[in-house]
T-cell receptor
Framework: NAGVTQTPKFQVLKTGQSMTLQCAQDMNHEYMSWYRQDPGMGLRLIHYSVGAGITDQGEVPNGYNVSRSTTEDFPLRLLSAAPSQTSVYFC???????????????FGAGSRLTVL | KQEVTQIPAALSVPEGENLVLNCSFTDSAIYNLQWFRQDPGKGLTSLLLIQSSQREQTSGRLNASLDKSSGRSTLYIAASQPGDSATYLCAVRHQDSNYQLIWGAGTKLIIKP
């Protein structure tokens, strides 16, 4: 089925370790993004991309890196994991829209990360 | 800075009741507002999107309204069913923001059979 695929679904890391959360979409969406969801808080945007080779920071980018070498893939890298990065991470995509457009997002199922 | 609030954080009602979920935002300069549903262990699903020029949108038993001047939106669910149990989130897209959505923390809804 077409959609957004995230891997892994669960991951436990030790402080200081690095890892990459994978995100792939097969809908030819230009816009892709990463959010984190913490208890009692709304989703917060980490990084986003409006096309291959173009990325930008969101609300909470520190400690995370992204790249967009293809339209389909948008990996999120944690360089040196910290307990504060324990969270559920969601990847989302949409067709590119101009300002004021209806950017209805398609979400992946999420990746639950625990940093000890 | 735009802030989005959803009250209550949790709601439990008997099956069959009509109910209203609330979403408020502090800055009325928005492009649109969306309501999402989140099921445990799954991603979010978009339910309704209201453009800033619209007053309401309907899909089946769901009706979302938007009052920009007062900074409020409501999601009305008619004849609730146990399958409606989920967390409902609202998100606004600010006029100054290219793509970024500001999210509420959600209302966890439980429909009792």
């Amino acid at each position: 089925n077409a959609g957004v695929t995230q891997t892994p679904k669960f991951q436990v890391l030790k402080t200081g370790q690095s890892m990459t959360l994978q995100c792939a979409q097969d809908m030819n969406h230009e816009y892709m993004s990463w959010y984190r969801q913490d208890p009692g808080m709304g989703l917060r945007l980490i990084h986003y991309s409006v096309g291959a080779g173009i990325t930008d920071q969101g609300e909470v980018p520190n400690g995370y890196n992204v790249s967009r070498s293809t339209t389909e893939d948008f990996p999120l890298r944690l360089l040196s994991a910290a307990p504060s990065q324990t969270s559920v991470y969601f990847c989302a995509s949409s067709p590119r829209q101009g300002l004021g457009g209806a950017n209805v997002l398609t979400f992946g199922a999420g990746s639950r990360l625990t940093v000890l | 800075k735009q802030e989005v609030t959803q009250i209550p954080a949790a709601l439990s009602v008997p099956e069959g009741e009509n109910l209203v979920l609330n979403c408020s935002f502090t800055d009325s300069a928005i492009y649109n507002l969306q309501w999402f549903r989140q099921d445990p262990g799954k991603g979010l699903t978009s339910l309704l999107l209201i453009q800033s020029s619209q007053r309401e949108q309907t899909s089946g038993r769901l009706n979302a309204s938007l009052d920009k001047s007062s900074g409020r939106s409501t999601l009305y669910i008619a004849a609730s069913q146990p399958g409606d149990s989920a967390t409902y989130l609202c998100a606004v897209r600010h006029q100054d923001s290219n793509y970024q959505l500001i999210w509420g923390a959600g209302t966890k809804l439980i429909i009792k059979p």
